[in-house]
């Protein structure tokens, strides 16, 4: 019984870290285009 509940908790946690290394990746993605955007804009003249 114990180890399935141990097994139950790890793929839990798996998934969270699945869901959030998404999240990251396409915050990273969104970070970067909007810098590209800005220094675009600063530098022109």
Known sequence: M???K???QKE???SNA???LIALVVTII???I????SVQM????
């Open 2 to 4: 114990e180890k399935s």
């Open 12 to 14: 839990k946690i798996y």
């Open 30 to 32: 969104v970070l970067l």
């Open 34 to 37: 909007l810098a590209t955007v």
């Open 18 to 20: 699945g869901i959030t």
């Open 42 to 45: 600063l530098t022109r003249r």
């Open 6 to 8: 141990k097994k139950n």
